[in-house]
């Protein structure tokens, strides 16, 4: 497309006679957006070229012809560069919580609001979208699209996966040791009646971690007497379950 346009360019400004170069410069701009001083400097070269004769007249020409080509190359480019420019202006930088209102709301009142999505969930931590994807993708209405998150996204963790999932942080030393907690904490779970049903069995209907502390983004600490595990509300935690009849 490019070279194209400086060939018609090129050959115009070699057809013409001198007294028709600044005309052929307007035309020039008006057909492919070249600044104004782009001809005006054409338009110069012209009144220049028009005082020479013989050879030093061919270069001099030639030397024009290469202006013109250069300038047109460059109109274009700039051209190409500004719409390049706009497009990416209209592109945003769009995290999860611009689409998951409601998980980040719980997240952030959760005892977990320091870590990342991808830690349980993978994906990316940010993501490039237009406001009207945005929009789409953020919707509350039932209408949202299905929304590709990367290769690393693992999405939703199954049930079976949610004690290791969460042991890969609290069973870790290092991490918990700032927060004074026990790192024993899923080596216990497989040893008990609910690990063992899970571990052993592949029975996932049986408690899980999310069951017992709350739900998954919004996990409150044990001193919260809205928290699950909290000592007042332990009865109901294990009645929700154990109550059932149909469950158990």
């Known amino acids: 497309m490019v070279f194209q346009l400086v060939l018609v360019v090129v050959i115009r400004f ?6 028709d170069i600044r005309s052929a410069a307007i035309q020039c701009n008006k057909d492919n957006k070249m600044d104004q001083m782009a001809v005006d400097l054409l338009s110069r070269s012209g009144e220049r070229l028009s005082a020479v004769t013989g050879d030093k007249r061919s270069r001099a ?7 013109v080509a250069w300038a047109c190359l460059s109109a274009v480019a700039l051209g190409g560069f500004s719409e390049a420019w706009a497009q990416d202006a209209s592109v945003k930088k769009v995290f999860c919580a ?7 709301a719980l997240l952030g009142e959760s005892i977990h609001q320091q870590l990342g999505c ?7 931590k940010e993501y490039q979208l237009t406001p ?4 789409q993708f953020s919707s509350t209405d039932g209408s949202r699209p299905p929304f590709e998150h990367g290769a690393a996204f693992s999405g939703k963790p199954d049930r079976a996966a949610i004690p290791n999932l969460c042991g890969d942080c609290h069973a870790d030393i290092e991490r918990m040791n700032p927060y004074g907690l026990h790192t024993d904490q899923l080596a216990r779970y497989k040893t008990s009646g609910h690990g063992k049903a899970l571990f052993a069995n592949q029975d996932t209907k049986v408690a899980v971690c999310v069951d017992c502390h709350g739900l998954p983004h919004h996990i409150l600490p044990a001193s919260n007497p809205n928290s699950l595990t909290h000592p007042l509300r332990v009865p109901d935690t294990c009645g929700h379950c154990h109550a059932d009849k149909a469950l158990m």
């Open 14 to 19: 070699w057809l013409i006679t001198d007294g």
């Open 132 to 135: 009207d994807a945005l929009a």
């Open 61 to 67: 020409q030639r030397l024009l012809l290469c202006s």
């Open 98 to 104: 611009d689409c998951h209102t409601e998980e980040s």
């Open 118 to 124: 991808q830690e349980c969930h993978g994906g990316e």
